[in-house]
């Protein structure tokens, strides 16, 4: 069973746009140095239905499985990232859904 993992960020707005740079770079290295990820879509929303609700950025993992998932959450290459996204950002949401 796969799951897949959405967050949603609102940048602060102290965000600085290099890290916004280093953080979009950064994201789609993860899927080679983490085992189960399957595939990292993320970027700014381009939605014509304005429902973002404040959030500026979207990221989607989708895992090979719970396991994988759980295994990022403490994942070496995890942590700078979740680091960067808290330190930029006034509000983050995480919904995963399985398969």
């Not at 960067?84 to 509000?91: C, D, E, F, I, P």
Request: charged share 20%; no cysteine; aromatic share 8%.
């Amino acid at each position: 069973m796969t799951v897949t993992h959405v967050v949603l960020v609102q940048w602060n707005e102290q965000v600085d746009p290099a890290e916004l740079d280093w953080i979009r770079t950064y994201t789609q290295s993860l899927q080679s140095s983490i085992q189960g990820i399957r595939s990292v879509v993320d970027g700014p929303s381009m939605s014509p239905e304005n429902l973002e609700a404040g959030y500026d950025y979207g990221l989607v993992i989708v895992f090979a499985d719970a396991l994988s998932r759980d295994v990022y959450l403490t994942h070496p290459s995890h942590i700078p990232l979740a680091e960067a996204l808290q330190r930029n950002s006034s509000r983050v949401a995480v919904f995963d859904i399985a398969d």
